[in-house]
């Protein structure tokens, strides 16, 4: 592997090649003192200890890390000449292994290690050992331009037609120019790598579809040394060239700038703690769908089989200030925003959430009251969602305030609470898992009123009505309205910002809407609100100028006004009916044939009266108008109370009529048109 | 048009001068009532089992204009046209249940006095009632039944077992004495004392010879007596009708408050054990009354547990037989109903002579939602009124276009004459019992 005589002409045939040791100079052992050599060294221009120190370091294994990089690159000249301008191609796999050796070695400084990269990529021209993308992509930035690497393998890809794989893509835009990489990729250039992969594959599941540019590669190899220049294109054949694009590369920024974005925190805290990696705080800082993709030291796996074991039977209530120093490993920890907030990553990676969770709910639990922990494998929800969320938590919050009202909740309560949960609107699947975990809680936690005040601070007049309606349609779905939950549904009121006197009105009308068979208590918020707080109005309460008729309700009460009707009429017309239909009903000719019919007037007409009120009825019948006096005196004469005997023989008209036939006032007055043309008759 | 009855023209006349006048109509509210068939349909069970011998109770609740009243007329209707007898009274700060300074005595009189039935649905009826029973006891001893106070006393029987059961038929012997001898002065007293008119027992006793008289103690006892008495002189049963309740609740002393609350839970434990019969209580109130858990009907534990609604109805099982029945407030929907079926009644029922087209009512609606705001369809009388009154023009003026009298002839309308119309209806309740179509007085 060295190149050793008296002459050795380079490739343009002027002066020999400056890594050629020529036996015939000087060399001095420089006893342990290596001196310094210019960049650019040529065996026969060093001093003569400079000699003995090349010559020592290369019989000694060339292996000295220590060693000046001059000495190196005399070496690695030689190497280089071998293999790109002889093409010593039986000595190219040992050529291509010892300058790997080195690169090891002396990779560190950043001049060899670009030109020792070169070297083995022009190597790998020249000799393929395979495919160009099937060997290992670059890792870290190596240059500000796109590796032959990464020119080969995306190029041979796209001859090929296919797509390109995350790692080359990822390669690819780490060296471009434009590409800035943030503390965070470096620092934590593995999991950054991870989580490059990951978004990338969210991304182009398939990988990334290139459309191959016009541009085709060119390859030539230019010395270190400077003494030679090899075209190797020839070796290669036609290939696109990627060196340009940035189409492609752009969009590749953006991943890498989203990865560095949500590695910030992670970095951060290994710059705190360097040896922190791997532990569970560490996984905590981690976005959760990497944190379970990475290794389990000892502590994680521990963690898990402690999850595994509390959630084997679903959702656990555990004590707030255990889960933190468990999750922390801090006995002093505090709970609040922050270190909840830390539990929460960490849990994530688990695939494990808790309630209250900071993020969509305030109000954390205090010392000694617990959390829910509940398994969850779906993706937080979005911000767009959350304003809904809190929104629904709210109206369950004071739903089951009520419910504690009484002291205990019912498993009846809770049933209905729990339907009021799955029925709130506006949230998606995770937000309802969310929501079920939150109830839990508020069943073991009864909420403290107080800290409602704040949370229902910046709703609009209306929406807190929409929710003190809410809370009071819950505590009426049973019908059973105990006073303690009237009294809560008052301090919900006021806690709201609304009149406590309204309660009972309100708590009125959502029990009569509830006893309308078609009509079940509303309790569904939201809908399809886009997002914030823009609930809806009540139909009824802003609506001024134009009337706008419910057309079911308009059809339930034209129904139940129908209905109403009929009932109604059996109620009222069933007599009269008869009566204007001018036939009796067999039972009434019954009742007329038991009286005596020795009467001046038909039968008929005064079927049903009493026989001792028709002489009085038939000289009543002869007047329009009887005063008071008058009436008395033909009463008496009949042994009749006038009273009496008008209440009778109105009584009977009614039956019989439909309608009374002496009007009362002074004077009486007397309907005789009512018994038809015979009484009129007799009456003129 | 949902109501296919024909409707009479004097029906028709007596519901349009009520609603003009603002009052609810004596005759005909089965054309103009807008929806609630189920509770009408439990009220006429409950009529049904009064006139059975039954008991009942039921606390009508409704908010102010939701037409608690109007709803209880109707019952009261129903409950004139099954032969019953009904009583009614609005309470007020000088009519109560419960009392130590008359004022229980004067809701008794306020009853006695609005006693109807169905040949009298405006009251004053007692003595029609007393005479039916009396002139029936005549005629007996006229065909030699029996001496006439032998024969009363024998009918009278079963009143003896109850309090007082005895004075009663005293004074009922009174009255026949004062018919056969022509004593007015007599038969008066005798009515004054059934009418509890009689403020000491020494005056009572110089008038009539009986101990006792009709006090504030004797309130319930007295009712139960009339429910007896009134199936005896040949009526189906009694109805008691109260409405405003809630001045109970405005009760301020709650030592009054709750001895009335008491009463209640007197009434109510007789109802639902079977101890009282041929009885029906209809009380209306707010929902304050009922739910306020300081000074309503809920602050009385006993009374709280007993009315506290079915806990086992749910899951759209509406269970309406508890006693307490809520009544929604009206709809801007409910009064669109209502408008329509008034016009059915001014059409007598026939489509074909409807004056306005369904787009009339909304334009109506509209105009007095501008008007008036929300009251237009909470408290509808003015509606209501001012509607009629579209309709009366219409009537009158064949070749007028609706769309011009609606938003012309209203305007300025509704608020002038109803105050006119409010005094009128505050002169009218003094007489008969308060049938307005809303719970607003003046």
Redesign the interface.
């Given at each position: 592997m060295l190149y050793v005589g008296v002459r050795l002409l380079r490739q343009n045939g002027y002066g020999d090649e400056n890594c050629l040791i020529n036996p015939n100079l000087v060399a001095v052992d420089p006893r342990g003192r290596v001196p310094e050599i210019p960049y650019y060294p040529s065996y026969v221009d060093l001093e003569p200890n400079a000699r003995g120190a090349y010559l020592r370091w290369l019989a000694s294994g060339r292996s000295d890390p220590t060693i000046g990089i001059g000495y190196v690159f005399l070496y690695f000249y030689g190497l280089e000449r071998r293999l790109i301008l002889d093409q010593a191609s039986d000595e190219h796999d040992a050529l291509v292994g010892e300058v790997r050796r080195l690169h090891e070695i002396y990779g560190s400084n950043y001049s060899f290690d670009r030109y020792a990269r070169h070297l083995l990529d022009a190597a790998m021209v020249l000799e393929p050992s395979g495919k160009f993308y099937d060997e290992q992509a670059p890792r870290t930035r190596c240059d500000y331009e796109p590796p032959l690497s990464v020119r080969l393998a995306i190029g041979q890809l796209l001859v090929e037609g296919r797509a390109i794989p995350w790692n080359w893509m990822f390669g690819w835009v780490l060296n471009e120019p434009e590409t800035t990489l943030r503390t965070a990729a470096t620092r934590a250039a593995e999991e950054f790598e991870a989580l490059f992969r990951l978004r990338f594959e969210a991304a182009f599941p398939d990988g990334y579809v290139l459309s191959p540019p016009k541009k085709r590669l060119q390859i030539h190899y230019r010395a270190a040394s400077g003494s030679f220049f090899v075209d190797l294109g020839s070796r290669l054949g036609d290939m696109p060239d990627i060196g340009a694009l940035s189409a492609a590369t752009n969009r590749m920024r953006e991943i890498v700038e989203g990865c560095a974005d949500e590695l910030d925190a992670y970095s951060r805290f290994l710059g705190r703690r360097p040896d922190g990696r791997g532990t569970l705080q560490a996984m905590g800082f981690l976005p959760p769908d990497l944190a379970r993709t990475m290794s389990e030291g000892g502590e994680i796996g521990e963690v898990r089989l402690w999850l595994d074991a509390l959630l084997a039977n679903g959702h656990v209530l555990i004590e707030s200030g255990e889960l933190l120093r468990r999750m922390t490993g801090d006995a002093q920890v505090v709970c609040n925003k922050a270190s909840v907030r830390s539990c929460r990553e960490i849990l994530a990676g688990f695939n494990v959430a808790l309630m209250p969770d900071p993020r969509v709910s305030v109000g954390l639990p205090k010392s000694g009251q617990p959390f829910v922990l509940y398994r969850c494998q779906i993706e937080d929800m979005p911000e767009t969602e959350l304003a809904n969320w809190r929104y629904a938590a709210l109206s369950l919050t004071l739903a089951a305030f009520v419910a504690h009202a009484d002291g205990s909740v019912s498993a009846g309560e809770r049933r209905r609470l729990e339907q009021l949960a799955q029925s709130l609107a506006g949230i998606g699947e995770r937000g309802h898992l969310d929501l079920k975990a939150y109830l839990e809680w508020l069943l073991a936690v009864p909420t403290q009123l107080g800290s409602l005040r704040s949370r229902v601070a910046d709703l609009s007049a209306e929406d807190r009505h929409r929710l003190g309606f809410l809370a009071l349609s819950a505590a009426s779905a049973d019908r059973h309205v105990d006073p303690k939950e009237i009294q809560s549904l008052q301090r919900i009121y006021k806690a709201l910002g609304l009149d406590e006197a309204d309660v009972i009105g309100d708590l009125h009308e959502a029990m009569a809407a509830s006893s309308q068979p078609d009509e079940p208590v509303q309790i569904t918020i939201g809908g399809d609100r886009p997002s914030g707080f823009a609930i809806p109005a009540p139909p009824r309460q802003s609506e001024r100028q134009q009337v706008r008729l419910d057309p079911e309700r308009l059809q339930q009460i034209g129904e139940s006004t129908r209905r109403v009707g009929e009932l109604l009429s059996k109620v009222f017309a069933e007599e009269g009916d008869t009566a204007e239909g001018d036939t009796l009903p067999a039972d009434s000719l019954s009742v007329a044939g038991n009286c005596d019919a020795e009467e001046p007037l038909g039968v008929d007409a005064y079927g049903g009266l009493s026989a001792q009120y028709r002489g009085f009825l038939t000289e009543l019948l002869t007047r329009a108008d009887w005063p008071r006096g008058d009436l008395e005196t033909l009463a008496r004469s009949h042994e009749l109370m006038t009273e009496g005997a008008i209440e009778a023989i109105n009584e009977w008209a009614f039956d019989r009529y439909g309608d009374a036939i002496l009007e009362d006032g002074d004077p009486v007055r007397v309907q005789a048109a009512l018994l038809g043309p015979e009484a009129k008759v007799s009456h003129a | 048009m949902?109501?296919?009855?024909p409707i009479k023209p004097?029906e028709r006349d007596v519901i349009v001068q009520a609603l003009r006048a603002g009052v609810v109509p004596r005759l005909g509210?089965?054309?103009i009532?807008?929806?609630?068939?189920?509770e009408?349909?439990e009220l006429?069970k409950d009529i049904d089992r009064v006139g059975d011998d039954g008991a009942t109770i039921r606390f009508v609740?409704?908010?102010y204009g939701a037409g608690k009243t109007f709803f209880m007329n109707?019952v009261r209707?129903?409950a004139l046209?099954?032969?019953l007898v009904v009583m009614s009274a609005d309470l007020a700060p000088s009519r109560r249940l419960h009392a130590s300074d008359g004022q229980a005595r004067s809701l008794f009189n306020e009853l006695t006095r609005n006693i109807s039935?169905?040949?009298?649905p405006d009251g004053g009826?007692l003595?029609?009632?007393?005479?039916?029973?009396?002139?029936?006891v005549?005629?007996a001893a006229?065909k030699g039944e029996g001496k006439v106070e032998d024969l009363i006393q024998a009918r009278l029987a079963p009143l003896q077992e109850l309090v007082s059961g005895f004075d009663f038929a005293t004074v009922l012997q009174r009255y026949t004495q004062a018919?056969e001898q022509g004593d007015e002065t007599l038969k008066t007293a005798a009515l004054r004392w059934l009418r509890a008119e009689y403020g000491t027992r020494s005056e009572a006793r110089a008038a009539l010879g009986v101990r006792e008289i009709i006090d504030d103690d004797g309130f319930y006892d007295y009712l139960k007596l009339y429910a007896r008495f009134v199936r005896l002189a040949g009526y189906g049963g009694l109805v008691v009708v109260l409405d405003e309740m809630v001045n109970l609740y405005k009760l301020v002393h709650s030592q009054a408050r709750n001895a009335n609350y008491e009463q209640i839970l007197r009434i109510l434990n007789d109802v639902l054990q079977g101890s009282a019969s041929g009885v029906g209580f209809l009380m209306g109130g707010?929902?304050?009354f009922?739910?306020?858990?300081r000074r309503?009907l809920?602050?009385y534990a006993a009374l709280?547990s007993r009315l506290?609604?079915?806990?086992f109805?749910?899951d759209?099982l509406?269970?309406?037989s508890g006693p307490v029945l809520?009544?929604?407030?009206l709809?801007?929907?409910?009064l669109?109903?209502l408008l329509r079926?008034i016009r059915g009644v001014f059409a007598s029922g026939d489509p074909q002579r409807h004056l306005l087209p369904d787009e009339a009512l909304?334009a109506f609606?509209?105009h007095c939602?501008?008007k008036i705001?929300?009251a237009y369809f909470r408290t509808p009388r003015n509606t209501v009124t001012a509607f009629v009154n579209l309709l009366s023009v219409l009537e009158q003026n064949p070749g007028s276009r609706w769309q011009d009298l609606v938003s012309a002839t209203e305007v300025g309308s509704p608020t002038a004459e109803e105050e006119a119309k409010d005094v009128d209806t505050g002169k009218e309740e003094g007489a008969a019992d308060g049938d307005q179509l809303t719970t607003f007085k003046l």
């Open positions: - | 949902p109501d296919p009855l004097r509210l089965r054309h009532q807008v929806g609630r068939a189920r009408v349909e006429i609740i409704g908010d109707l209707l129903i046209e099954r032969r039935t169905r040949t009298k009826a003595g029609s009632i007393v005479e039916r029973f009396v002139g029936d005549l005629q006229k018919y707010t929902p304050e009922l739910m306020d858990t309503g809920y602050s709280q506290a609604e079915n806990r109805a749910r759209g509406v269970d309406l809520r009544l929604q407030s709809t801007p929907e409910d669109f109903i079926n909304t609606m509209d939602s501008t705001g929300d």
